[in-house]
């Protein structure tokens, strides 16, 4: 009889079975939380993925190197002249516009590490210059001589203000 009375209210039990069913993924998510928070990088982590950097006393045609994520990474501040300069020219083995590489055309930010083998260049007359086989980098960081294969990487980064600048994020 009592089956009887079950199958005769198939919406109570619909309920039930909705009810456990809730109440069980509300426990599968609270359980989860714990594990996909300990996947979040720690700030020591995130204080090493980024760097800020002050650029205000870098005069004009001068360079600054710091170090982020173990690489040196350029932050050059170009003069008039040379932004008008790349800004004129695609580069050459690595076509790209001087637009697409820099956020103000006033500063480029590039990783200095050589596209070739990973030696890192050096600033020499307009552009890098990398010792280890020659190869050769503009103003924008584009390759203009092989053999390395590809202009220098431009790194994620973002402007806090006209002085500072964060390595790391975009
Ligand atoms: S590592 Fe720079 S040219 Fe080979």
Redesign the pocket.
């Given at each position: 009889m009592a089956n009887d009375e079950t199958l005769a209210q198939p919406g109570r039990r619909d309920f039930l079975t909705q009810i456990t069913a809730a109440v069980g993924g509300v426990g599968v998510a609270a359980a989860c939380v714990p594990f996909v928070a300990s996947m979040n990088p720690s700030s020591d982590v995130l204080a090493k993925a980024t760097t800020e950097v002050d650029i205000s006393h870098i005069p004009p045609d001068g360079v600054h190197t710091v170090p982020w994520q173990g690489k040196p990474v350029f932050i050059f501040h170009r003069t008039e002249e040379q932004i008008k300069q790349m800004q004129a020219s695609n580069g050459v083995l690595d076509p790209a516009t001087d637009k697409t590489r820099v956020q103000q055309p006033q500063w480029l930010v590039v990783v200095g590490v050589?596209t070739?083998?990973?030696?890192v260049?050096n600033k020499e007359g307009p552009g890098w210059v990398?010792h280890?086989?020659?190869?050769e980098y503009d103003d924008s960081g584009r390759v203009i001589r092989g053999?390395?294969p590809k202009n220098l990487e431009v790194p994620p980064y973002h402007f806090v203000d006209d002085s500072r600048i964060v390595i790391g994020v975009a």
């Open positions: 050589c070739h083998m990973g030696c260049p990398c280890c086989h020659g190869s053999p390395a």
